[in-house]
């Protein structure tokens, strides 16, 4: 599906109009469902997505086919490892999942190199992606090697409550201890603590913040 100029505009107001009359004409558009995976671990990239609707979210699978949560791609953003992983033509070391209806740019994996060399507004944003995406990377590293797992956690739905826009979390403790590399019984047993203690409340497949600011 053909990308209207005024979207990517709107979108991206500092990309040069050639920049955006070039994106109109060679890239796609890409609608997914909740759920949908984008991005699989060990499939060769095909595309650099940059996201115009929903949210992404990125995890990293181990040896044993496990998924831990890593970051968001939120709207007007991009994914740097995708960046990288195209400008190589390696295959892909993450698995990116859709939260929500998505809906996203498809960037030719040609484009970028020219891209980059071409404009500047593009030279720019991709150095900020892999910027933010550096900078998040490192607070995640910091919570998981550095962090008491009940600090993970606290900062795991923080996290979660801040990208989706809401106090209601709609995850299992099942979902959530996956993602930590955690047990479920772990992650249940912290979670009625923080309960007991008045910071969440538990309803059935969501957790409900209601004051973490303690941590």
């Known amino acids: 599906m053909m990308i209207p100029v005024d979207e990517i505009s709107k979108l991206f107001p500092d990309f040069e109009p050639t920049l955006v009359k070039d994106m109109a004409a060679t890239c796609s558009l890409r609608n997914f469902q909740d759920g949908d ?9 095909r595309y650099t997505m940059v996201i115009i609707s929903g949210l992404v979210k990125v995890l990293r699978e181990d040896d044993e086919g496990n998924e831990y949560f ?29 939260v929500g209806d998505v809906e996203l740019i498809s960037v030719p994996l040609e484009k970028m190199d020219v891209w980059m060399m071409q404009y500047k507004s593009w030279y720019q944003f991709v150095l900020g992606t892999y910027r933010k995406r550096f900078e998040e990377m490192l607070t995640t590293l ?36 996956g993602e930590l590399n955690s047990s479920r019984e ?25 004051n973490l600011d303690n941590f």
């Open 70 to 98: 890593m970051y968001y791609i939120e709207p007007g953003q991009a994914c740097a490892l995708s960046m990288t992983c195209a400008n190589k033509q390696n295959m892909s070391e993450i698995t990116a999942r859709a």
């Open 186 to 210: 772990v992650i249940s047993r912290l979670m009625k603590k923080m309960a007991d203690r008045g910071m969440i409340k538990m309803n059935r497949n969501e957790i409900e913040i209601v």
């Open 142 to 177: 910091d919570h998981v090697a550095f962090r008491n797992m009940d600090e993970r956690l606290a900062f795991y739905l923080k996290e979660n409550s801040r990208k989706l826009k809401t106090k209601i979390i709609p995850f299992t403790h099942a979902e959530i201890a």
């Open 37 to 45: 995976i984008l991005m699989k671990t060990g499939n060769f990239i």
